[in-house]
């Protein structure tokens, strides 16, 4: 197994090993997922500002507080996370060069586990949601179907930059990576997934995932 899932002699969970994943805050990524939600065709920044009360509304719902509703919250929050992202886009994104590599098959169940992983890694952040505050700076075009959409997270601490990069598909504005005080999440995924692929076949990697999520 490749030295980057081992520590200590024991298998490390690849996603604790992130720089963005040390380097960012559990507000962070409490906003990885919160900012912003479903989106349709128009100006990327005011997709990202107009939808932001739909998941808000979950997080504040009273009807959903208390562990009891924990679940109903999670799954609420897990139906708008699959309209946000372009769970395909980002899928091809992360593994780059090496997506060719992988048979229609593995490509689905890659981008099926990697859904999977990215929602368990944050949604458990997001029900902890307290009231920060968001400003929306500008958002920056940057090919003719793609653009950034920049945010500043207001905190008592610290002012948190969240940059959302978004497409345009079908109509439709869809993240597809989100950059995190200047930290890319495909681009950190992709080094990880990388090292992997360097010396083990696809399947060697949907079989590490398949055990992450537990599928195996």
């Known amino acids: 197994m490749s030295d980057a899932f081992r520590k200590k002699g024991a298998r490390t969970n690849i996603f604790r090993r992130l720089p963005m994943m040390k380097r960012v805050t559990g507000l962070s990524l409490i906003f990885l997922l919160v ?7 128009g100006i990327p920044l005011d997709t990202v500002k107009g939808h932001i009360n739909q998941v808000l509304d979950v997080l504040r719902d009273p009807a959903l507080k208390g562990e009891p509703k ?50 368990d890694a944050y949604v458990d952040k997001i029900v902890t949601y307290t009231d920060e505050k968001v400003s929306y700076n500008k958002e920056i075009p940057l090919t003719e179907k793609t653009t950034e ?24 504005w869809r993240v597809y990576d989100v950059v995190i005080e200047g930290v ?31 599928k195996a």
Not at 84 to 94: I, N, Q
């Open 35 to 41: 900012f912003p939600l479903y989106a349709y065709a």
């Open 149 to 172: 959409v920049q945010t500043i997270i207001v905190t008592k601490k610290a002012d948190i930059p969240i940059n959302y990069r978004v497409i345009l598909k079908e109509g439709a």
């Open 70 to 119: 924990k679940k109903l919250k999670k799954d609420k929050i897990r139906t708008i996370s699959e309209k946000m992202f372009d769970f395909d886009e980002l899928s091809r994104r992360t593994l780059g060069p090496n997506w060719t590599k992988f048979n229609p098959g593995q490509q689905k169940e890659f981008t099926d586990l990697y859904k999977s992983i990215l929602e």
């Open 184 to 214: 890319s999440l495909i681009s950190n995924y992709r080094s990880q997934f990388k090292e992997i692929l360097m010396n083990k076949p696809p399947d060697g990697l949907l079989d590490t995932l398949r055990k992450k999520v537990g």
